[in-house]
C-alpha cells in the first residue's frame, strides 16, 4: 500500500509542472484573445482594412521591459495564419530585444504585429526572424480604415502596433527577435509540433483559441 502510495506522489509530481506548463500557455492564449478584442473595440485601433489583408497575426500579451545598464524587452504570446476563410491554430512564440523606446510607456506592453504577405511569413518561420533586419517593418497606421498609411507603411512586410496604460499607437519594434517557442507548443499541444504545417495548413484548434479565431474571422 506504502509503495503504492510512494508511486502516486511521483506520478503527480511529474504531471504537475505538465501541467501548469499547458495552464500558462491556455492562458497566454487567452489573453490574446481578450488584448484583440479590447484593441479592435475602441475608434483608433488597428484599421479593419489592413487587417483584412493580414496573413498572419503575432499577439504579445504583457510584453516585459527592464533595464540594468541597459535596457531589454521580452515577452510571449501567439502566431495565428490566415487559412482560406478562417484562421490557423495558433503557434506560441517568444520576442525579446533591446529597448526599442516605446514611447506610450510603462514597463508591461501589450504588443501587436500584423504579417501582410507570404515573404513575411516565410521570414517568420525562419529559426529566428529580427525585425525590421531579416525583413521591413513599420509602425501600423491607426484607426477605422488604413486611408492615412503612408507608402513605406503599405510596403512593409510586417506592421507593429503597441498599447500600453490604456494608450495605443504605432511603434517601431526594429532589432527584437521574434521565433516559435518549440517548448511552449510541445506544452500546449503535448508533443512536438512542425509550426510550419500548423499555420500554413492548420489542424485541430484548441478551445483555448476559439474566441480568438472567431474575432479574427470577422474580420
Do not use: H
Amino acid at each position: 500500500m506504502r509503495s503504492r502510495f510512494v508511486v502516486l506522489l511521483l506520478v503527480l509530481s511529474m504531471t504537475a509542472p505538465l501541467m501548469a506548463s499547458k495552464r500558462d500557455q491556455v492562458e497566454r492564449i487567452e489573453n490574446a484573445g481578450y488584448v484583440m478584442d479590447e484593441i479592435l473595440s475602441i475608434p483608433e485601433g488597428i484599421p479593419g482594412d489592413l487587417l483584412k489583408k493580414a496573413e498572419c497575426v503575432v499577439v504579445i500579451p504583457s510584453m516585459k521591459k527592464a533595464a540594468l545598464g541597459i535596457g531589454g524587452n521580452y515577452g510571449r504570446g501567439c502566431i495565428v495564419c490566415r487559412i482560406k476563410d478562417t484562421w490557423s491554430p495558433p503557434v506560441m512564440a517568444s520576442i525579446k530585444g533591446g529597448s526599442w523606446g516605446l514611447q506610450i510607456g510603462g514597463s508591461s506592453t501589450d504588443v501587436v504585429l500584423l504579417i501582410m504577405n507570404r515573404k513575411g511569413i516565410d521570414r517568420l518561420l525562419q529559426s529566428k526572424f529580427t525585425i525590421g533586419v531579416d525583413g521591413s517593418a513599420a509602425a501600423g497606421p491607426k484607426g477605422r480604415t488604413a486611408a492615412a498609411a503612408t507608402d513605406a507603411q503599405m510596403r512593409a512586410e510586417m506592421l507593429c502596433y503597441a498599447r500600453s496604460r490604456g494608450l495605443f499607437a504605432g511603434v517601431s519594434i526594429s532589432g527584437s527577435v521574434l521565433k516559435p517557442d518549440r517548448d511552449d507548443n510541445e506544452d500546449l499541444y503535448g508533443r512536438r509540433v512542425n509550426e510550419k504545417k500548423l499555420l500554413l495548413e492548420g489542424g485541430p484548434v484548441p478551445a483555448s483559441a476559439k474566441d480568438l479565431i472567431q474575432l479574427l474571422s470577422k474580420y
